[in-house]
């Protein structure tokens, strides 16, 4: 079976910063599910398609051609549509915005489920977004869920953009995620919640280098074990 290391979380959390480090220490593949949405959204705004639109949205989730590419130093992640890098857009608050629309339909989240799971290659996957354990990848070998409070989470998301040169208002930040957290944990679809075997880990008093630690250390036990049955 192929090793799969999910990390759910809301926005804001750390998880995909986690994710990417994890994925590139481990040498494994990497899913940014939170992208696939924002590049559905992305794809759907460039072609004129209403956000509320399911059936469409879906046709255009079906057809996605996207792509993550992980280098080996540095940070950043490329992710790539269409054969064109799109960071940039995908990096912006309408981009988060419409992924939590999209990702509240059904009929876009079916579409994605297939495509999801064809990630899982070796030698292994780390997968990110805010439903791999409970519904992508119910057998994943490890399952973390990673919580931070509003208030932080804004907090690094607001420093974020001020490194990057762009202007933002905290409490606008705060209260857009606590608006994001409530869709995403009332939809009727695969809402945000953590597995029922998921660790829980919160990280808002905890640096990125020791969460990555923590989880390494936690995923290397569940190996060793599964190794030894």
Known sequence: MI?????DG????GKGTVSKRLARELGW????SGALYRLVGLAA????IDLANDIQLAEVAEGLNA??????????????????????????????ADASVVAALPKVRTALLARQRAFARPPGLVADGRDMGTVVFPEATLKVFLHASAEERARRRYKQLMEQGLSANLRALQEEMEVRDRR???????????AADAWILD???IGIETVVSMIRERLQQVLRAADMQ
């Open 3 to 7: 090793p799969v290391l999910t990390i």
């Open 10 to 13: 809301p926005g804001g959390s």
């Open 29 to 32: 593949h990497l899913l940014d």
């Open 45 to 48: 705004r460039n072609r004129g």
């Open 67 to 96: 792509r993550f590419v992980v280098p080996d130093t540095g940070e950043l992640v490329q992710t790539w549509l269409d054969g064109e890098c799109v960071d940039e857009h995908l990096r912006s608050e309408t981009a988060g």
């Open 184 to 194: 995403d944990s009332e939809r009727a679809t695969a809402p945000l919640k953590p």
């Open 203 to 205: 990280c808002t008093d």
